[in-house]
C-alpha cells in the first residue's frame, strides 16, 4: 500500500507570503504528526492530530503557524507570513493509533525555502 | 522534559568493520526508545525500538541497541557495516503514556567506505 505521501516535495516563497504544506497519510491511520527539521537537526515536533482535531499543538512556534485536518484523513499545515527562519524540512508522519509505543511512518517531507 | 543526546555528528568507518553510535537521553519519567535511519533522498524509517522486557532489541539487518537504564543509554551497534549501511541515524524516545511524539536527537551521519 501507499506510504505517507507530501507535497510540494520542495516549496521556494517570498518573506511574508502565505503557504500551505500538505500531508496524506497511510489510509486508515488516525493519528497524524506534524515535524519540523532544520539544517543540522533532528526533527521537531509541532502539532499531532487524533482524528479530526489538533490534540496537542504545544509545538507550533508561534501564531502564524497552523494546521488543519477536517475529515480525518489529509492534514495542511499552514504558516502566514513566512520568515527566512522558516526554511527547513517539514516531516509529516501517521500511526495507527496515538500512543507512545507506535510505530511512526514519516513521509519524505517537503522543503521550504524562503527567500 | 525529556532530551535525546547523540554524541557524534558524523561517524566513517570502513567496510566490514565494527561501528557503534551513541545515544544518551534525560527524562524523569518513563520513555519508549526508538533508533530511526534515514537512507540518501528517502524518509526516515524505524530501525528498531525499545518498549519493555529485555532490555537487547535487534533489527532485521543486522543492528542491535541495549536499552541501559543506569546510564540512561540506547547505543546502536553492528558487528559488520555494509556500504549500504551508510544514512543518517536518529535516536528518539517518546513518553510513557503520551500521545506518542518523538523528541529526537541531532542524528548521526554514517559513512561507510570500501
Known amino acids: 500500500g501507499a506510504g505517507v505521501s507530501q507535497t510540494p516535495s520542495n516549496k521556494v516563497t517570498e518573506k511574508g507570503k502565505y503557504v500551505e504544506l500538505r500531508c496524506d497519510p497511510i489510509?486508515?491511520?488516525?493519528?497524524l504528526y506534524w515535524y519540523r527539521q532544520s539544517l543540522g537537526q533532528g526533527p521537531e515536533f509541532l502539532i499531532y492530530?487524533?482524528?479530526?482535531?489538533?490534540?496537542?499543538d504545544s509545538g507550533l512556534p508561534n501564531d502564524r503557524f497552523f494546521a488543519v485536518r477536517p475529515e480525518g484523513s489529509v492534514s495542511t499545515l499552514k504558516i502566514q507570513r513566512t520568515e527566512r527562519g522558516d526554511s527547513a524540512v517539514y516531516l509529516c508522519?501517521?500511526?495507527?493509533?496515538?500512543?507512545?509505543?507506535?510505530?511512526?511512518?514519516f513521509g519524505p517531507g517537503t522543503r521550504l525555502t524562503v527567500l | 522534559a525529556q532530551s535525546v543526546t547523540q554524541l557524534d555528528s558524523q561517524v566513517p568507518v570502513f567496510e566490514e568493520a565494527p561501528v557503534e553510535l551513541r545515544c544518551n537521553y534525560s527524562?524523569?519519567?518513563?520513555?519508549?526508545l526508538f533508533w530511526y535511519v534515514q537512507y540518501p533522498n528517502q524518509g526516515l524509517q524505524l530501525l528498531l525500538k525499545?518498549?519493555?522486557?529485555?532490555?537487547l532489541v535487534e533489527s532485521i539487518n543486522g543492528f542491535e541497541a541495549e536499552f541501559n537504564k543506569s546510564q540512561t543509554s540506547f547505543h546502536l551497534r553492528k558487528p559488520s557495516v555494509h556500504i549500504s549501511d551508510t544514512a543518517e541515524y536518529f535516536c528518539?524516545?517518546?513518553?510513557?503514556?503520551?500521545?506518542?511524539?518523538?523528541?529526537f536527537g541531532k542524528g548521526t551521519k554514517l559513512s561507510v567506505k570500501p
Open positions: 508522519a501517521s500511526s495507527i493509533r496515538q500512543g507512545g509505543s507506535r510505530e511512526q511512518f
Open positions: 489510509s486508515g491511520h488516525t493519528a
Open positions: 492530530f487524533q482524528g479530526t482535531g489538533a490534540a496537542d
Open positions: 527524562s524523569s519519567v518513563s520513555v519508549y
Open positions: 525499545y518498549l519493555s522486557g529485555s532490555t
Open positions: 528518539a524516545v517518546s513518553k510513557r503514556g503520551s500521545q506518542g511524539n518523538l523528541i
